[in-house]
């Protein structure tokens, strides 16, 4: 296998996969999962900052309504575990308990907060057993919008002279739509005021639903990504009755109808590499050639460097929280044909994908 980091500049293809040939060697990007979150408070600006000075090809923010209608980049629209809110007694009366995509969740939520209101609040680090080196940070940024991202995006991206791409994920859309806070309308709107809504941005938007996918496919250029799990099945399928699961879209009739509407599958690594019942690294399964052949490329969630996420033949030493074999994780993703890795400490993983060539 034969693989070339990008140069300086490059952009993501137009609408429809650019698959590997023996006169294009292929590339897999480097997707910053909530930023360089193994080292910032994720979803942060400085966490997107750092993960591009780091190399990453794309920044990815998980994208959430505020009351107003504002999206911000958090990793879920109860922000207890993400933000200060707990520290402030004049936002005490609104924690709540809300059912969200079938489940009962407790807490402080983006939709009940104004963004004059989110923003008197601070990021802190959402594992801080595992990444307390990050808590450091905690208290020090605020609550970024979609629009301050795609922002710094541009402005990185022209100091460092290479286009960054953004990828956001559309967090819980059924449940923002039933409420009155659709997601879809207000990303499609910052797109088009960013100059950002057309076949040639770097802006690939992601989703384990597929009913939003469909609703941008049909009105913009920009890739879709959609993203599956090893078990469950899409809330809006669900909700509506449909029996398919994640299981289904991954099928070959499952991923030709993906490619109808979107240009890349997201499926977590588990899916990509298996693991056994000691949780040791399996041979990879058929998924990757399988969507490739439907004319989809492959990205995958999420690698990071701590033993606790790592495979159990890539663990070093008996702590958790310490630093595995990542390198070896990424190797067998990129031998089993992905064209895209999300990770948490993109440093290191741009030095692996830098260091894997042959020939």
């Known amino acids: 296998m034969s693989l070339v980091h990008p140069g300086p500049v490059r952009a993501l293809p137009s609408r429809g996969p650019v698959l590997p040939t023996a006169a294009a060697p292929r590339t897999v990007e480097l997707f910053a999962h909530r930023g360089a979150s193994g080292h910032r408070p994720e979803h942060t600006l400085a966490a997107y900052r750092l993960a591009i000075r780091l190399g990453a090809d794309h920044i990815e923010p998980d ?83 979609f629009d301050e991202i795609l922002r710094l995006a541009e402005s990185e991206g022209r100091r460092l002279g290479r286009r960054i791409g953004v990828t956001p994920e559309t967090k819980h859309p059924t449940y923002f739509a039933s409420i009155g806070l659709p997601l879809e309308e207000p990303l499609l709107r910052s797109l088009r005021t960013a100059g950002l809504d057309h076949r040639h941005a770097r802006i690939a938007v992601q989703s384990f639903e597929t009913a939003g996918l469909r609703w941008l496919a049909a009105r913009s250029e920009v890739e879709l990504v959609q993203l599956t799990s090893a078990t469950g099945a899409p809330f809006d399928l669900a909700a509506a009755g449909d029996p398919r699961t994640y299981a289904d879209l991954m099928s070959p009739a499952g991923l030709r109808e993906i490619s109808t509407y979107a240009q890349w599958l997201g499926p977590e690594k588990d899916s990509v ?77 741009r030095a692996v994908l830098d260091g894997l060539t042959d020939g």
Request: glycine share 8%; no cysteine; net charge negative.
């Open 273 to 349: 590499v298996p693991r056994d019942a000691l949780g040791h690294l399996t041979a990879p399964s058929p998924i990757t050639d399988e969507a490739h052949r439907a004319g989809l490329k492959v990205v995958v969630y999420t690698v990071r460097a701590e033993n606790r996420f790592l495979p159990a033949d890539l663990r070093i030493g008996a702590d958790p929280a310490a630093r595995g074999d990542v390198a070896g994780e990424v190797r067998a993703l990129v031998e089993a044909g992905v064209d895209g890795i999300f990770a948490d400490h993109p440093g290191t993983v």
């Open 63 to 145: 994208l959430v309504s505020t009351r107003d209608g504002v999206l911000v980049a958090r990793h879920e629209n109860e922000i207890s575990g993400t933000t200060d809110v707990g520290d402030h007694p004049e936002f005490a009366d609104r924690r709540t308990t809300r059912a969200i995509d079938g489940r009962t969740v407790e807490g402080w939520f983006t939709e009940d907060f104004t963004l004059a209101e989110l923003r008197t609040l601070r990021a802190i680090e959402r594992l801080p057993a595992v990444r307390p080196d990050n808590t450091r940070f905690d208290g020090r940024y605020p609550v970024p919008t």
